[in-house]
């Protein structure tokens, strides 16, 4: 969907830039009908096919049946509207409410901590969330993970967008009454990077980053739309450059003069293409307390093959690159290309207790670390010190202790 490849060959483009993004192209390309593809919906919704899941109860014991299913979830993803609903994936909430205590407990012991430094598009401290609430719940109540992430909808809606093999993430975000609305966005991988760092990365890589990961989300209490269920540009995930177009403010007001919201019920669910232009409402109630588990599941396709010690490889590297740099015997071009070959350059997977994305959606990388001690002339001890210390803040926490 979006630009053909001849397009982009006619351009000359293989980048996308945010200045090339075209709002009239983006809105033509919101024009569809999930109606003549979904087969298995129990109704089209604002444009959003929704499913009964005690309608499809059967279809997940037939293999067959099931691939059709998700066969029909992948097209929807890709193709229609970004976006279903799955009413009753929990017909017994019991499971839900259990695992709301085990999170309303964790959220008041990590109040005690302090508060929260940062949050992914919406102001520090304006919501409750839980980093890496997967963890914690499996640690910290195990009978209760085990009930909750036996529920089979959660696999089949995971294995219909990416296959196999794939990694359970979650956080529990709570919007209080009053809470303010995130901004318009789109998900991890790019929608994480900055327009410079997106901008870099070439068109191809664009159409493929929502290939990597699926959003969904579990509600934990029922939310009217009074309450700020999240917002939804129903199509608008065929728009390729919309990684870069995603904070120009004439998509923004676009996204907020013509986005929809589905009330949900505690209980149900929803999932998303990664490249759907989204945000969390406003709380307008004034007694509801908002609470979703936010799930991220990622492709199995992510990893390398073999595992290397680079923060080993930062600290025996880092003394040669500044000493080369300091006799000018290395141009800022070739230091970077031997970085690049011997740090991590991506910021995640992290412990975002610990590594918070401070001002920005990322937190620092090796990489970014590496050439900041550069660019500052560091002694190898202090860039031993530092790079230690980032390895730590990456480390998953005991989450019976609290974030640190």
């Known amino acids: 969907m979006g630009h053909s490849e001849d397009r982009i060959e006619e351009r000359g483009q293989s980048w996308y830039r945010e200045r090339d993004c075209a709002l009239n192209e983006f809105v033509a390309l919101l024009e569809g009908d999930d109606n003549g593809s979904t087969r298995y919906a129990a ?8 499913y009964d899941c005690q309608q499809l109860d059967g279809m997940t014991h037939d293999a067959s049946e099931r691939a059709q299913l998700q066969a029909e979830w992948a097209r929807v993803l890709h193709e229609g509207a970004g976006v279903l609903v799955l ?38 401290g304006a919501n409750d969330r839980i980093w890496n609430a997967q963890e914690k719940l499996c640690l910290r109540a195990p009978e209760v993970f085990a009930q ?61 980053s929502a290939f990597l990961t ?27 450059e919309g990684y870069l177009a995603w904070r120009r403010a004439d998509f923004r007001e676009y996204f907020e003069a013509h986005f929809v919201q589905l009330p949900l019920s505690k209980g149900d669910a929803v999932f998303f293409n990664p490249a759907l232009f989204h945000a969390a409402g406003e709380n307008r109630t004034t007694d509801i307390q908002r609470m ?30 500044r000493e080369r740099r300091a006799s000018g015997r290395i141009s800022d071009t070739e230091a970077a290309a031997a970085i690049a070959s011997c740090a991590e350059g991506y910021p995640f997977p992290t412990n975002l207790d610990r590594d918070p994305p401070v001002g920005g959606l990322a937190p620092e990388s090796q990489q970014e670390l590496m050439h900041r001690a550069l660019d500052e002339d560091w002694d190898p001890a202090r860039f031993t010190l530092a790079l230690n210390e980032h390895a730590a803040r990456q480390r998953s926490a005991d989450p019976q202790s609290g974030p640190c």
Not at 293 to 320: F, H, I, K, T, W
Request: charged share 20%.
């Open 214 to 240: 699926l959003q969904g989300a579990v509600a934990h209490s029922d939310m009217p739309v009074e309450s700020g269920p999240t917002k939804l540009l129903p199509y608008s995930q065929r728009y390729d």
């Open 87 to 124: 009413r009753r994936a929990y017909a017994d909430t019991g499971p839900v409410d259990d695992a709301t205590a085990v999170f309303e407990s964790i959220i008041r012991s990590e109040r005690e901590q302090g508060p929260r430094v940062a949050d992914h598009f919406a102001k520090a």
């Open 292 to 321: 979703a588990n936010l799930l991220q599941v990622s492709s199995a396709y992510g990893r390398a093959m073999e595992v290397l010690d680079r923060r080993r490889m930062c600290e025996v590297v880092y003394p040669v690159l």
């Open 148 to 208: 909750y992430f036996s529920n089979p909808m959660l696999m089949i809606a995971s294995e219909a967008w990416l296959g196999p093999s794939y990694q359970m993430t979650s956080q529990v975000n709570v919007v209080r009454p009053g809470g303010a609305a995130q901004q318009a966005h789109r998900d991890y991988h790019l929608g994480f990077q900055t327009v410079e760092k997106a901008e870099r990365y070439p068109a191809h890589v664009h159409r493929m």
């Open 43 to 50: 109704e089209i919704t604002q444009r959003i096919p929704v």
